[in-house]
């Protein structure tokens, strides 16, 4: 079936740094990428997403990136902060059909202050 | 608007028996969705609808059901609960446009089954 790889599954970094997590996917089909934050205890919250018609896009400190010939999109937290300290979860799909949204396994992000 | 709702937050089962997770939006969405989120996992889709009458299954169907008589609610039916059931459940709405659709998730409930 339909898969969507993210690594790393944890990631440490100083506040001030940047963090970077990947996702590849398996369906050519796919033409949507969310990506999800999950604080502790809560619900996962969109963050950010992209579109096949674009490589990157940005929003304050986070941005994420496409690359649709090697089928991997990437999420980039700049000047990190201890409140981004969450599990961030990819996501790939067709942009007409969100019920076919497959997620990554999340990656669990701890800033240092 | 209070979004997406679940009730119970947390439950505790015993093997065997059923129970059924409810789940309510109040932004009109056509589409909503149940997932369950193990530990160290993504999140897996077991059920969906995109109206009411219309239900279709996830990639994780089994030992599960749903029915949507209205486009508020969407309850998920545990029959005959089994320890590999226990999870954390999410509830999603969406609106269903084409185009990228934003999936807004209720709180949870932590399903234990023993």
């Known amino acids: 079936g339909e898969n969507v790889e993210q690594h790393p599954s944890t990631l440490s970094v100083q506040e001030g740094d940047s963090a970077v997590i990947k996702c590849t996917y398996s369906?050519?089909?796919?033409?949507?990428f969310p990506w999800y934050k999950q604080e502790l205890g809560k619900r996962p919250q969109l963050i950010i997403d992209?579109?096949?018609?674009?490589g990157e896009k940005k929003d304050q400190r986070i941005a994420v990136t496409l690359n649709k010939t090697a089928k991997h999109f990437s999420l980039h937290i700049t000047e990190t902060q201890p409140e981004d300290s969450a599990v961030y979860f990819c996501a790939a799909g067709p942009m007409d059909s969100s019920y076919k949204l497959i997620f990554g396994s999340g990656t669990r992000l701890l800033v240092r202050p | 608007n209070a979004g997406v709702t679940q009730t119970p937050k947390f439950r505790i089962l015993k093997i065997g028996q059923s129970m059924t997770l409810q789940c309510a939006q109040d932004?009109?969405?056509?589409?909503m969705y149940w997932y369950r989120q193990d530990p160290g996992m993504g999140l897996k889709l077991i059920y969906y609808?995109?109206?009411?009458?219309?239900?279709d299954k996830g990639e994780v169907p089994n030992g599960y059901n749903v029915s949507r008589s209205t486009t508020e609610d969407f309850p998920l039916r545990l029959e005959l609960a089994a320890p590999s059931q226990t999870s954390v459940y999410f509830c999603?709405?969406?609106?269903?446009?084409?185009?990228?659709?934003?999936?807004?998730f209720g709180p949870g409930t932590r399903l234990t089954v023993l």
């Open positions: 609808s995109v109206g009411a009458g219309i239900t």
């Open positions: 999603a709405s969406s609106y269903g446009t084409s185009g990228g659709d934003t999936q807004y």
């Open positions: 992209i579109r096949s018609n674009v």
């Open positions: 369906d050519s089909a796919s033409n949507y």
């Open positions: 932004m009109n969405h056509n589409y």
